[in-house]
């Protein structure tokens, strides 16, 4: 089959791809090189048939997704690109969409945006209805990355994604406890707020989206590899002089702010795909640091209570929590006096959940007050 890349209403390139396969086996021509993902730009040599293939693949609903395995083979088929496939690549997180040659369809006949989809896959993959040949696929649901179960809802024309939980559910909890810590120390659009979502007797995290139609995340993974890192650099350093090259405004700064949050947070899978930047996708002009999301995997959340506290390997620049919080040299930003209180809120939240016990509460609440009082330290030095 040939197929278009579009970026919106803008043809980036025209490719050739084996539905068999799922492997894109030649790009036909390049129409707009610069309207393309950042995430199919070799350094070296600039568009790459390589990277374009590890972009679409990465599109596609991962195959650690709880329960996504068992759903596939209910709908006889053997991988989730089939499914990325059905809904043209669309996605809520950017505006880049195929279409096949020679056809007329527009951005505006399909976006997830400004038209409504179906919320049966969704439904299939929370579990809430089985899979039948009736139903509806074309969502965003079938673009959605992450390993925690996960659907997209419309509620008042906006775009929220409901997000679940693991072993103890604690997942959407951590969510809105660091909602909670972000609105005490940091601005209102630095971050996506989250707030519990019930359904079917059961707490999911709620989210609206933090793009529009007219912007685009970039996750640093993509940004990190847009030049070659320097021997002596630190991947911290490699990542700001990044930004700071594409004229990102206040990059240390806001990085620095995930790094603070995170450590308080105990967050353990601040990989590079869940930070990045936005970008204007008509101008192409980057307009900021990414507001800070997907905070559930913190706070020891499939830990055990008799091991919560242990040590974990922090992500995404040095392995040891302390030792990553400590690449913060200015801590001028921070108001300590605004986390007074913060763990009796903490409490509060977590006393929501059924499958959480005192014991658990009281050990991360302890972890916490630690923690603060490391970044206390570190202000005052």
């Not at 040095?318 to 200015?330: E, P, R």
Request: glycine share 4%.
């Amino acid at each position: 089959m040939q197929y278009i890349l579009m970026n919106k209403n803008t043809p980036v390139l025209a490719f050739t791809y084996d539905e068999e396969t799922h492997n894109i086996i030649n790009i036909d021509n390049v129409y707009n090189a610069n309207y393309a993902p950042v995430g199919i730009i070799d350094y070296k040599t600039g568009i790459s048939k390589k990277e374009l293939n590890k972009w679409w693949s990465s599109r596609a609903i991962p195959a650690s997704r709880s329960k996504i395995r068992e759903i596939l083979e209910e709908m006889h088929i053997s991988s989730s690109m089939e499914l990325l496939e059905k809904c043209m690549g669309l996605s809520l997180s950017d505006q880049y969409w195929i279409k096949e040659k020679n056809t007329n369809v527009t951005w505006d006949d399909v976006n997830f945006f400004t038209n409504d989809f179906s919320s049966d896959m969704g439904k299939i993959l929370l579990r809430e209805i089985n899979y039948s040949q009736d139903l509806d696929l074309f969502s965003p649901d079938n673009s959605s990355d992450g390993n925690l179960k996960k659907k997209w809802i419309i509620l008042n024309n906006k775009r929220y994604l409901i997000k679940g939980g693991g072993t103890f559910n604690q997942e959407p909890f951590n969510e809105v406890i660091a909602t909670a810590l972000y609105k005490r120390i940091l601005n209102e659009e630095e971050y996506v707020p989250y707030t519990l979502f019930k359904e079917n007797n059961t707490y999911y995290s709620s989210c609206p989206n933090m793009i529009d139609s007219n912007t685009e995340l970039i996750p640093a993974d993509y940004i990190d590899k847009l030049t070659k890192s320097k021997g002596s650099d630190s991947l911290y350093k490699h990542y700001i002089d990044i930004l700071n090259t594409l004229n990102i405004p206040n990059a240390q700064e806001s990085i620095d702010k995930m790094l603070v949050c995170d450590y308080i947070l105990a967050n353990y899978d601040r990989h590079y795909r869940n930070f990045g930047v936005i970008r204007n996708v008509d101008n192409l002009e980057y307009v900021k640091v990414a507001p800070l999301f997907d905070n559930g995997s913190s706070l020891w959340a499939n830990t055990p209570n008799t091991r919560i506290g242990e040590e974990y390997k922090s992500k995404p620049f040095v392995s040891d929590a302390y030792k990553q919080v400590k690449l913060v040299k200015n801590l001028d930003w921070l108001d300590l006096n605004k986390l007074d209180g913060f763990t009796d809120e903490v409490r509060d939240i977590l006393k929501i959940n059924s499958d959480i016990d005192d014991d658990r509460i009281e050990k991360i609440i302890g972890e916490i007050d630690k923690r603060i009082a490391k970044i206390k330290e570190l202000k005052i030095d």
